[in-house]
């Protein structure tokens, strides 16, 4: 069960406040396919501001591999492999732990080799991450279920399918604020603050049931701290 949880990582953000050694294992690496590509400038993405140093499961970079490979082709994974250069050449196993360095390396090589803006990117996956949960917990995601619905449970999905393997996993939170029948407002909370990330999985979950929706984030914050609010809106009546 655990080998399929791999994809919810990145946003349920697997990190540890003492973060564990990376685990290099190059004897699973995959051979070069002949890709290459002519690095860019080399100038750092700063996804959000680190305050401590986190790891990430394996799980979360060989599916993103799966998810780059699936989108722009295997020979596209070995030159964002190379273009971040890791120290492992891209070997990861799923339960091992790396630094998040390491896939804000790959993100941002993606970004070069691609042209694509890093919001669209994080979405892209965030959309992939959402169809991988419905292959793993269906109960969650029945389409019989409204996309509100659906958007309500996320933290409850979290704490009953993530915490149980991943107890020490600092878990994001989707906190509904306003709900009427065509919006519903979520306070998005995140160690790692990815919003483009959290609408991916949004509109991976209103495709899964068929529902449109404009989506519209804004800075919030309270006494806990800021955090993202995403306005949910459907463009047409839930059937």
């Not at 990190?15 to 860019?40: F, N």
């Not at 979290?158 to 989707?174: C, G, I």
């Amino acid at each position: 069960m655990a080998t399929r949880m791999g994809p919810l990582l990145l946003l349920t953000c697997l990190s540890y406040r003492a973060g564990p050694p990376a685990v290099h294992v190059k004897a699973a690496a995959a051979p070069g396919r002949g890709g290459t590509l002519t690095p860019a400038s080399r100038r750092p993405v700063i996804l959000h501001p680190f305050r401590r140093m986190v790891a990430m499961k394996g799980r979360v970079f060989t599916e993103f591999f799966a998810h780059v490979e699936a989108c722009h082709g295997a020979d596209m994974v070995d030159d964002i492999i190379e273009a971040a250069r890791l120290p492992h050449h891209g070997a990861y196993t799923s339960t091992g732990s790396y630094p998040f360095q390491e896939m804000v390396s790959l993100v941002t090589a993606l970004t070069e080799a691609t042209g694509q803006p890093l919001p669209v990117v994080l979405e892209a996956f965030g959309t992939h991450c959402f169809e991988s949960w419905v292959g793993y917990a269906p109960q969650y995601f029945a389409t019989s279920r409204s996309l509100f619905d659906v958007l309500e449970g996320i933290d409850q999905f979290h704490e009953t399918e993530v915490r149980k393997l991943y107890p020490d996993a600092e878990l994001p939170s989707f906190v509904p604020e306003r709900r009427d029948g065509r919006t519903l407002v979520l306070g998005y909370r995140s160690c790692k603050p990815l919003a483009p990330l959290a609408l991916g999985v949004i509109r991976g979950a209103a495709a899964h049931l068929s529902q449109p929706v404009a989506l519209r984030c804004e800075p919030a914050e309270d006494a806990r701290g800021p955090y993202t609010r995403i306005h949910v809106e459907l463009l047409r009546p839930a059937g």
